[in-house]
């Protein structure tokens, strides 16, 4: 069953052995984009630039009763689908290090086979169960992937000044089919996502990796969590802006993207 994942909860972070490089070390020049202080800009992906409803159980489920199976226990079912997918967690982050959607999506559909199994539907039936759930993921009109309102004037105006981006995000292969399927691809040089590099934010090693590919240190990240953006961000020596699009604006912190161009 074809699926999405930031990160798997209470785990320890990817990545957790990787020595923190010097964030300076590499990279001294500052390029200026237009009169612009930054060499580059950095984005999160989900909850800054994405609306994210993920619920990989409750896809599970939606997804076999729309093949048509009965499911006379729907909550339990759900439940056996977390515990599941919980137990696999470590083959998938290993699985994701081969940046290959074919075989990530092998995994879920072997998940889902033993789902069913183990809730007592055929196995069969999980062709058209990951048909439906990869439409109710990634088809249009979907509710589980979908751009904030601010999202595409925000990238546009930064796109208009030649000031090459990042995409950097906790999350597994699918954000560069998620990406195109938003839209999103032509504004980023760089899409990375965690799964792929073994390490996650705000794991300094991530900004390494993101830093090393953009080739500036002059780099400013946005995003929505304290810690893994804002934090990291600053730990590792680049600026970060705080998005809470629930709070008043306040001095490194931000309530709507179409304020990040003020900020340059």
Known sequence: MTGFSLHNPGSEPLGAGIERAGSKARFNRSVSYGGMKYGAVSFDAAGTLIDVAWDPAAIAVESA??????????????????????????????????????????????????????IGQPAEAIGTVSAIADRLIFGPGSKVFRLFPDTLGCLAEIKSHSVPMILLSNWDVSLHRVCG??????????????????????????????????GTSTVLHIGDDPLADVHGARSFGWDALLLDRWSPSAPGQIQSLGEVASHL
């Open 65 to 118: 009763l729309l093949a048509g199976l009965d499911l006379p226990d729907r909550q339990g079912a759900g439940e056996t689908y977390g515990r599941m997918l919980h137990s696999r967690w470590g083959t998938f982050q290993e699985l994701n290090r081969q940046r290959s959607p074919e075989i990530c999506d092998g995994f879920w559909r072997e998940l889902g086979v033993d789902w069913l199994a183990r």
């Open 181 to 214: 399927m938003l839209g999103l691809t032509p504004f980023f040089d760089h899409v990375i996502a965690s799964l792929e590099e073994g390490v996650e934010k705000p794991h300094p090693g991530l900004f390494q990796i993101a830093q090393e590919r953009v």
